[in-house]
Antibody, heavy 117, light 112 residues
């Protein structure tokens, strides 16, 4: 079955960077696209970006442009999302997810990231 | 960016009664390939979101038929024919027709 297993919770200081991994199985990673979404406490879901695993093409939300980098390691069937220059406003649960029909059909379990001095 | 406006934001419903959530888009969600990429997700308290509907009206496998999606262009609706206790949560629409994808604000469904 399709699985996306994310790395564990992170605590970071303001100004630092965080890199979240997303190990996938149960589908052909090389032909898929991955999406990254975050959810701050009590807030709505927020789309961050997308990567076509085969081509490496990426799309980012303008809100995070310049701070977010989405990459993949195809042999390892793993996707990554790195967010830099963290502030307290970046405290959220970060999800990786699988694109299907310009949508999301499977989600990782989420990675809580806390930014605090 | 495409703005998705959901209404209502809070929806108290009596058990067994129907519920309806609207999602209005700031621009048409018809993609150049002819498909309309409007999706609905359910997020139960403390859980990961789950997709219910994609391409306006296609129900995901395992989703009860009490959930239905409809609409076209810029106006879309999710209906629950008879609300049960397990339907409590926040419902989001998501558009994938234009970059960047965007979510609605969410509609919180609760039991009256």
């Amino acid at each position: 079955q399709v699985q996306l297993v994310q790395s564990g919770a992170e605590v970071k200081k303001p100004g630092a960077s965080v890199k979240v991994s997303c190990k996938t199985s149960g589908f052909t990673f090389s032909t898929c696209a991955l999406v990254w979404v975050r959810q701050a406490p009590g807030q709505r879901l927020e789309w961050m970006g997308w990567i076509n695993v085969g081509s490496g093409d990426t799309k980012y939300s303008q809100k995070f442009q310049g701070r977010v980098t989405i990459t993949r390691d195809t042999p390892a069937s793993t996707g990554y999302m790195e967010l830099s220059s963290l502030t307290s406003e970046d405290t959220a649960v970060y999800y990786c997810a699988k694109d299907a029909w310009a949508s999301i059909d499977s989600w990782g379990q989420g990675t809580p990231v806390t930014v605090s001095s | 960016d495409v703005v998705l406006t959901q209404s209502p934001l809070s929806l108290p419903v009596t058990l067994g009664q129907p519920a309806s959530i609207s999602c209005r888009s700031s621009q048409s969600l018809v993609h150049s390939d002819g498909n309309t990429y409007l999706n609905w997700f359910q997020q139960r308290p403390g859980q990961t979101p789950r997709r219910l509907i994609y391409k306006v009206s296609v129900r995901d496998s395992g989703v009860p038929d009490k959930f239905s999606g409809s609409g076209s262009g810029t106006d879309f609706t999710l209906k629950i024919s008879r609300v049960e206790a397990e339907d409590v949560g926040v419902y989001y629409c998501l558009q994938g027709a234009h970059w960047p994808w965007t979510f609605g604000q969410g509609t919180k469904v609760e039991i009256k």
